[in-house]
């Protein structure tokens, strides 16, 4: 029975590297080749630093936010403003308005969009536990930071609806997110611009 070779190291790191967003195969090949001309320098730093996130980070139970603490320090932070909560849809749009200091007060990390075609219905959602925080009390306003796409005005118009009975105010950001945008390719002035000028739903 004949045995298959074992995988070449080379294009296994190459592969692992090309799966990374925004990498793809030529760019996963050049840094292959930059880590793989110095690996004391530049493999072993990294693969350690994998590791420790791998075994420290993981979801807050609160907010959803990607951290090292549970609650995240965010959750915890005294200073920000716990009567507004900002709903994202996901970690990345949560990271650019922390980047942009647009946001002063809480998150909620949906973890995804309404979409008929894909199949994500309103319990797929993290939609429950954002209303159980509502129902905490404390909650003043409701900022919905979604993005100006069709899955994502769907999901406010949803998320608009289960909120409406709880008699926080509800907005949304106003200006400078462009039909169609993720926020988590717009630039921080974009953002902060945004939710700044936000606007009753």
Do not use: K
């Not at 793989?36 to 139970?61: F, H, K, T, Y």
């Not at 536990?129 to 509502?134: D, K, P, S, V, Y």
């Not at 900022?143 to 409406?164: C, F, M, N, S, Y």
């Amino acid at each position: 029975m004949s045995r298959l070779p074992p995988p070449d190291p080379i294009e296994a790191l190459i592969a692992e590297l090309a799966r990374l967003p925004g990498l793809g195969r030529r760019n996963a090949r050049r840094a292959a080749l930059r880590m793989l001309e110095d690996p004391q320098r530049r493999i072993a730093p990294l693969a350690e630093a994998l590791q420790r996130a791998a075994a420290a980070v993981g979801p807050c139970s609160r907010c959803g936010n990607l951290d090292s603490s549970n609650p995240c320090r965010i959750c915890t932070d005294p200073a920000r403003q716990a009567g507004v909560i900002c709903v994202v849809e996901g970690v990345a749009d949560l990271w650019a308005l922390e980047r942009a200091h647009a946001h002063e007060g809480h998150y909620h990390v949906l973890g995804g969009l309404l979409s008929a075609l894909g199949g994500v219905g309103p319990e797929d959602l993290r939609i429950a536990g954002l209303l159980e925080r509502i129902a905490e009390g404390g909650v003043e306003e409701v900022i919905l930071a979604l993005p100006a796409t069709v899955d994502g005005q769907a999901t406010a118009h949803v998320l608009a609806e289960r909120l409406a009975p709880t008699g926080v105010a509800i907005t949304r950001p106003a200006q400078g997110v462009p039909v169609g945008g993720t926020f988590d390719v717009l630039d921080e002035g974009t953002l902060a611009t945004a939710l700044r000028g936000r606007r009753a739903l």
